[in-house]
Nanobody, 125 residues
Framework: QVQLVESGGGLVQPGGSLRLSCVAS????????IGWFRQAPGKEREGVSC????????RYVDSVKGRFTIFRDEEKNTVYLQMNSLKPEDTAVYYC??????????????????WGQGTQVTVSS
């Protein structure tokens, strides 16, 4: 059974950090490009960051550049999103997703085939 499970969300004060994890079961993430998306109440789903298969390419939405870092641990079959200097506007449900287009890193959700259930990130004082 193909499954993605996110974890690591929570409540953090502005300026704080969180590390989100996306663990895959039933398949190897090595052959998949992975994207992180987020959706705040009343807003459309937004592509935050992605990493291509073989790690040849990463991409970030402008609002998180310099603050977020995406990377993978092949041994753990996990992709992480390190989030630093968090702002209230980062508050959203964060989802990871997987797609098989080689060496591709799109921030468009329609390209992705498998999705996790999401993890809530709340940035508030």
């Amino acid at each position: 059974q193909v499954q993605l499970v996110e974890s690591g969300g929570g409540l953090v004060q502005p300026g704080g950090s969180l590390r989100l994890s996306c663990v895959a079961s039933g398949f190897s993430l090595d052959y998949y490009g992975i994207g992180w998306f987020r959706q705040a109440p009343g807003k459309e789903r937004e592509g935050v960051s992605c990493i291509s298969s073989s790690d040849t390419r990463t991409r970030y939405v402008d609002s998180v550049k310099g603050r977020f870092t995406i990377f993978r641990d092949e041994e753990k079959n996990t992709v992480y999103l390190q989030m630093n200097s968090l702002k209230p506007e980062d508050t959203a449900v964060y989802y990871c997703a997987a797609q098989r287009i080689p060496k591709s890193c799109p921030l468009i959700y329609s390209f992705y085939n498998y999705w996790g259930q999401g993890t809530q990130v709340t940035v508030s004082s």
